[in-house]
């Protein structure tokens, strides 16, 4: 339906209003004045009538007869007739008219049948109004008797064209009309002012409760003196500053929900009951690899793209238990283990809302239990081969070999090895799980020292190995550089990397040992020109156990485990390790130190959270 403006509507009720009552005065008014202009005219025809009745009377007696009677009465009528704009026509008793303000009374006919001129012979005062047969129009009529000793002698008429009457009807109208004009032109502009105050306050606040409507509610209505639509706008006003009070109530809560939820490591991901995604959190989207501003609203079907997923959600949906799986998504560079929980959503009202799924991203545990189950094996391993061949060489021995001395000796110095293999790696075992536990527990403890003592110590160590296989070590360490460490953990790393340095070297060749800073760090290098690594290799060699080539590293004495026990050192000092190699060239391994916390450090600091290493090749 067509909406029409308050304003217009107001302005054509008034207007209609004033109309009719307009009409309604001014037809009235018009009646009015027919009614009473009729009998005022008829008032004055015979009052005129009177005035010259006695003239009439006496000029009738005058006359004699007709001929005198015309002579004397008809110039009267024609004088009156002339001044005073009315017909007089004066009649005999027996009909005939002897003086006429319009006529030559010689010419008219018998007015004895004339019904007003009839009864004023009759003795009686009369009106009428019918059309002259004399001058052919409609005429008012008024007629006495005229009377002398008793008897009527005549009948004097009066009378009046209503045309002259319908033209002063017609003037009143007109001033009347002229005047219902002006009234209508003053009140309609009245009524449109007035139109205009009574829809001002409406339409802004129809303006208002727009701009409430579109979030604005800083600027409030203007309350009008009008009690009713004053009272409107206060209301509106007070409706407005609950509706913005609200609504920052409600902004506040979603963006601490938000809040919560974007900072929530689990993944949140809230699913309609027709499948679309109702809310995501960032978790979840990075988990699912999906932007969550793009997939809401979107089936969780398309926007997670793993059946496995789909059929979990499904199941929940369908029989709103709980449920709890773990599902392997597809990623680059490996597979991302999460693990779902679904749950129903229900409202206040206990009504059925949706799915939600909650996401944790278990890939690391699930590493980590795979790494220490690997470990376990890895130590088994390590520990079973010197074990058996202890075992062997034993049962053999009691079998009898123990006889036969020289063979006895070389079992016996076998054995000797294994258990000295054996010794090795429980020795480094141990020291590896007790960097570790020191480093979590924050137990290291630090110092700032000379990085001189550490290294010093440790190639006077390893000296002797070294000499054994013709090795040189130089050294390059000025005392001044200092840092904040446990001397005897960098000791050990030192002495770990000279080991496999001269231990992967050839005989005749040189290791150089030296300590190097910077404003960023101090460094540690370990260079020799051995057999070197091959780059496939590098990222895996300080892995627990690895070794380049097993059967070699177990002959030198290698245990595969000293650089994991550098890099859990490295670590526990904030610091990491990195190598650079080339095969048949030589390697160089550096501990980088930081120097950060131990400038202008004079107590003791305990290393808190080593930073994860990085390894250069
Ligand atoms: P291992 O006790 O077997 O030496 P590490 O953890 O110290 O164990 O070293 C792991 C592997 O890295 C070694 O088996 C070896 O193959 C390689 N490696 C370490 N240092 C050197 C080096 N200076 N030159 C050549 N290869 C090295």
Redesign the pocket.
Known sequence: MPTKRLLSQLYISYLLVILICTLAVGGNALGWFDVLYYPLKERELLEKAHLVRSQVIAGLAAGGDVVGQRAAIDPLCKMWGQDTATRFTVVTPDGVVVGDSKEDPAVMDDHSMRPEVRSALAGRLASHQHDSPTLGIRMMYVAVPLEADGRVVGALRTSLALTEIRKATRDVGLRILGGAVVVVALTSALALLISRRLARPLVEMRQGADRFAQGDFERKLAVSDTEEIGGLAAALNSMARQLDRRIKTITRQQRELAAVLSSMTEGVLAIDDRGRVMSINRAAAEMLGVDAAAVVGHPVSEVVRNPDMHEFVTGVRDTRREADQELSFRREGGNLQLQVHGSSMHDEDGEHRGTLVVLRDVTRLRRLERMRSDFVANVSHELKTPITSIQGFVETLTEGAIEDVPTARHFLSIIARQAERLNAIVDDLLSLSAIEQDAERGRVTMAPTSLSEPVQAAVASCRAKADENRIGIDVACPETIEATISSHLVEQAVR?LLD??I??SDPGSQVQVSVERDEREVRVVVQ?H????AAEHLPR?FERF????KAR?RKLG???????IVKHILQAHGGRVSVQSALRKG?VFTLHLPTGSSSGSTGERVAQDPAGAAFDS
Do not use: K, Q
Request: hydrophobic fraction near 35%; aromatic fraction near 8%.
């Open positions: 770990n496999n340095a231990r992967y020799d051995g057999c070197g690594i060699i690895f070794c380049v080539d590293s290698g245990t595969g485990l000293g650089l994991a390697s």
